[in-house]
């Protein structure tokens, strides 16, 4: 019961797309990240999963579903701006990137049962988050 600095707790680890713990709530976890780059296309059948950015800018792709919504190729992208967060409801495919190189920040509120990339198998894909 004691505060977390979250900023002291990005300072422990460097790797990108690698999440750690940071607490759990519940059945609920609290997960830094650091990312760069393009992720990978996934989604979670019974999970929602919440972003916020601490530092710098993500961008949340969204795979439009067959309504035909969206963008070019049926993708839509939310900017998600320092101290905003988004939330990816269940059964939506997505996929967080970063862009100009830029290492962005990221806090997640997810269920402890919530898989990094859903069923997707990936070399980004982690299975432990480690607690820190
Ligand atoms: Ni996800």
Redesign the pocket.
């Known amino acids: 019961m004691k505060p977390i600095n979250i900023k002291e707790k990005f300072s422990l680890f460097n790797k990108n797309w690698h999440p750690h713990q940071v607490a759990t709530v519940d059945n609920m976890q609290v997960i830094l990240a650091k990312i760069k780059g393009e992720f990978v296309w ?3 059948e019974e999970e929602d ?1 919440l972003f916020q950015v601490i530092k710098g800018t993500l961008y949340m792709q969204f795979r439009a579903s067959s309504s035909g919504a969206g963008g070019e190729g049926g993708i839509r992208t939310e900017v998600v701006n320092e101290g905003e967060f988004i939330v ?1 409801p269940k059964g939506v495919e ?1 996929n967080p990137m970063t862009k100009n190189d830029e290492e962005v920040h990221i806090l997640l509120f997810e269920k402890l049962s ?1 898989a990094h ?2 069923k997707v198998q990936h070399e980004k894909t982690q299975t432990e988050y480690p607690k820190i």
Request: aromatic share 0%; hydrophobic share 10%.
């Open positions: 996934h989604s979670h999963e990816v997505h919530t990339t859903g």
